[in-house]
Each structure stands twice: as structure tokens, then as C-alpha cells.
């Protein structure tokens, strides 16, 4: 069975780091893309940032220059580094990858279950 399992989340004050990882277990065939979402009290989730298989990333605006997402293919992990952080990045942060199990088979989006990261003023 296939599980994305986050850790790294925490309480940092403002200004603070904190460095996310999202492990796959389980036997798969390969990854596609892999992202981190995130979701604060009362709002919707949205993205965060997202990263091919080519290595290729993109971001949303307000992380721009303070967030990088990276992966290891070789550990089937994506990772979130989060720099300069603010009382507004606080939220639930999900990781997510698009996976094909076998040769043949569809790719399929997988969740974790999230981490929380607040951020103190």
C-alpha cells in the first residue's frame, strides 16, 4: 500500500526555518510530479510549490525566494525548505505525488495526511 507520510512541522517564530519531508512507501513503478499544498483554518487548500520529474519547479507568489521544493528519486522523497517564514504561512501543509504502481498502469494522486506549521510573531 502506498503512503506519503510529511514531517518536519512545527512551531517557529517569524523569521524562523523549517525544512518539510513527504517519504513514499510502498511499491511503485515511478513518479511524476510531486508537490506540497497547504491549508489555513477557514480557507481552501492551495498550492505551494511543485516539482517535475525533470527537476523543473514552480511556485506560488507569496513563497517566491523563501520556499524551494526539491526531490530525491533514489529515497522516493520530496522535500519543502521554508525560509524567512511569516505569522501568514501558518496552515496544515499536505504533500503530494502523482504515481504510476506498475508498467501500464495510470498515474494516481496521492496524499498525505499533513503537518502543522505555525508561525509566531
Known amino acids: 500500500q502506498v503512503q506519503l507520510v510529511e514531517s518536519g512541522g512545527g512551531l517557529v517564530q517569524a523569521g524562523g526555518s523549517l525544512r518539510l519531508s513527504c517519504p513514499i512507501s510502498?511499491?511503485?513503478?515511478?513518479?511524476?510530479?510531486m508537490g506540497w499544498y497547504r491549508q489555513a483554518p477557514g480557507k481552501q487548500r492551495e498550492l505551494v510549490a511543485t516539482i517535475t520529474s525533470y527537476g523543473n519547479t514552480n511556485y506560488a507568489e507569496f513563497v517566491k525566494g523563501r520556499f524551494t521544493i526539491s526531490r530525491d528519486d533514489a529515497k522516493k522523497t520530496v522535500y519543502l525548505q521554508m525560509n524567512s517564514l511569516k505569522p501568514e504561512d501558518t496552515a496544515v501543509y499536505y504533500c503530494?505525488?502523482?504515481?504510476?504502481?506498475?508498467?501500464?498502469?495510470?498515474?494516481?494522486?496521492?496524499w498525505g495526511q499533513g503537518t502543522q506549521v505555525t508561525v509566531s510573531s
Open positions: 510502498g511499491t511503485i513503478f515511478s513518479i511524476a510530479a
Open positions: 503530494n505525488a502523482d504515481i504510476k504502481l506498475r508498467w501500464g498502469n495510470s498515474l494516481r494522486t496521492y
